[in-house]
């Protein structure tokens, strides 16, 4: 998956005006205690990111 993809997937489900606070400060589990620009950061698969996320906020399948 593409950054770029990424990041539309994450403005289309949590919006623009939040996405970039949740990206910096929300830290899950699914992602190794790691906010998801920290796994970014650490070269995590931009796809294997968006699973955690979905995993952490229970994302609707159709939105996967």
């Known amino acids: 998956m593409r950054l770029t993809v990424f990041w539309q997937r994450m403005r289309d ?4 005006p939040y996405v970039d606070s ?3 400060d929300h830290v ?3 992602l190794g205690g790691r ?3 920290e796994a970014l950061d650490a070269g995590w698969d931009a796809r294997d990111v968006w699973r955690g996320v979905c995993a952490a906020m229970d994302i ?5």
């Open 35 to 37: 906010t998801v620009r």
């Open 22 to 24: 949740f990206a910096r």
């Open 13 to 16: 489900y949590f919006g623009e």
């Open 28 to 30: 899950m589990s699914e």
């Open 60 to 64: 609707p399948a159709e939105m996967r």
